[in-house]
């Protein structure tokens, strides 16, 4: 089945302990992205991918790091989790900026 | 400042009548467009898009209409269904800036049976 997976789907952590989260996807899809969704505000990209080591800012990239060294993973990081940064997370993936995006379940995240 | 708008937080329709979403764009090198739906504690999921060298494209139930010199798009769900209750976006990208994609607000759809 296509999909694309995150992990964990819930976490509660504490200010200033680094995270990871997860994302894969079985698709081979050239692309991806990370978002966060906030009440009111939609759907804002914080890093997207368009192939193995290459990535970019997206419209609120700061606080958050990412890496691609595999075509199918794509693993959001916060050094130093902040509470302005409880939020849901999503990972979508596509085969490029003409192509719809597949999106995962998300991530809720709250830093106390 | 933000480029793509969904000025409507909420609609609500009776079943079988017409949904109607609106967005608006303010930067005229989006050349695509897309709509996903989603529904709580899921991610979301592609409806229907459209190139900015049309102004329509259908699929079943769903029409997407793009006006570009009112730099505006719309989608139309006839008839509309109680399953179609669902929060919809709409979001925009442009080839010269490969990967970036920008979404709406969102609009919370309700359908009343």
């Known amino acids: 089945e296509a999909q694309v997976t995150q992990n964990p789907r819930y976490l509660i952590t504490v200010t200033g302990k680094k995270l990871t989260v997860t994302c894969s996807q079985n698709m081979n899809h050239e692309y991806m992205s990370w978002y966060r969704q906030d009440p009111g505000l939609g759907l804002r990209q914080i890093y997207y991918s368009m192939n193995v080591e290459v990535t970019d800012k997206g419209d609120v990239p700061e606080g958050y790091k990412v890496s691609r060294k595999e075509k199918r993973n794509f693993p959001l990081i916060l050094e130093s989790p902040s509470p302005n940064q409880t939020s849901l997370y999503f990972c979508?993936?596509?085969?490029?900026?003409?192509?719809?995006?597949?999106f995962g379940p998300g991530t809720r995240l709250t830093v106390l | 400042d933000q480029q793509v708008k969904q000025n409507s937080p909420s609609l609500s329709v009776q079943e079988g009548r017409i949904s109607i979403l609106n967005c608006d764009y303010t930067?005229?090198?989006?050349?695509?467009f897309l709509w996903y739906k989603k529904y709580p504690a899921e991610g979301p999921t592609f409806l229907i898009s459209?190139?900015?060298?049309?102004d329509k494209n259908e699929d079943g139930r769903f029409t997407v209409f793009l006006n570009k010199s009112a730099k505006h798009l719309s989608l139309h769900i006839v008839p509309s269904q109680p399953g179609d209750s669902a929060v919809y976006f709409c979001a925009a990208n442009h080839n010269t800036n490969a990967g970036k994609s920008t979404f709406g607000d969102g609009t919370t759809l309700t359908v009343k049976p």
């Open positions: 979508a993936s596509s085969w490029g900026s003409y192509n719809e995006q597949f």
């Open positions: 930067n005229s090198m989006f050349d695509y």
């Open positions: 459209i190139s900015s060298i049309k």
